[in-house]
């Protein structure tokens, strides 16, 4: 379980940054240096455009396939419930052990470990990790192929790795608990953000596109100009690095977007779009970790 010890401030702004030489990356939960401050939300520039993803069927596609649309839709909403529950017990635990509520805590832990043993996607998730560590490769693709039944994009890493002419782009995200208010539909998450050039010219951040679409499969498009505030001139073999946070109604969703950037060493140089490719927000983390 993730804990981590943060100020943070409910906007999809990025917070803070610092410039890193090459080196050692680790992305783990312990890269997460920020701090978020409430005050600081009238510094926000970015629009949102909310758009519903969702798309219509033909009208010949027929009862069949609105009977399996019908399904899917239970099995995402019986997820969702789950998911609910189950932050709500994780906050309920560390709220517990705050107030050093031991016996509490304890009977939460105990519940949440029965609540993962008998949650299909949290039990499919493991049998297939035991199916992968002895090589039953069948098997393990069946146990994929029931959870993206169950909850279609749960099997997106918290993690991306993206390279886009030269300039790779290293996210990864984390739920905060301490943030999040589940029985209010508040749900916290932080990323961090690592760009790399890899390229042998000096390039300049301009914009930030971002798709973030929640549980629901309801999407926003947020831009907004550089990052925290900045265009960030990156050199060659340099990195940048930031933390940023998004909020969601829902206990897990998904972002991915761009970055508009230009080479600086030429006047009058094309801009061009680098890729961040898509990670998942969730309060059940790493659905492929250790795998």
Known sequence: MHSMSLKLFV???????????????????????VRFNCRDQGRRNCRIIARASERDGGAGAGAEAGGAESQSQQNGSSFFARSQTYALMRQQMELAAKSENYKEAARLRDSLKSFEEEEPVLRLRGLMREAIADERFKDAARYRDQINEIAPHYLLKCSS?????????????????????????????????????????????????WIITNANEKSED??????????????????????????????????EGDFEMKHIDKVGSKTFNVAVAPFSLSTFGDATDNI
């Open 161 to 209: 790795d993206a390279t886009t002419l030269g300039i790779r782009v290293q996210v990864r995200s984390v739920y905060i608990e301490g943030r999040s208010q589940p029985l209010r539909g508040q749900y916290f998450f932080a990323y961090r953000i690592r760009i790399t050039n890899n390229s042998n010219r000096p390039v300049q951040l301009l914009k930030r596109h």
């Open 11 to 33: 906007d999809c702004n990025d917070v803070e940054s610092r410039y890193t030489a090459p080196g050692r990356v680790s992305f783990g939960v312990g890269d997460f240096p």
């Open 222 to 255: 947020v831009w907004g100009i550089g990052v925290i505030g900045e265009q960030p001139v990156i050199l060659p073999n340099n990195s940048f690095e930031y933390s940023s946070a998004c909020p969601l109604t829902t206990p897990s969703g998904r972002m």
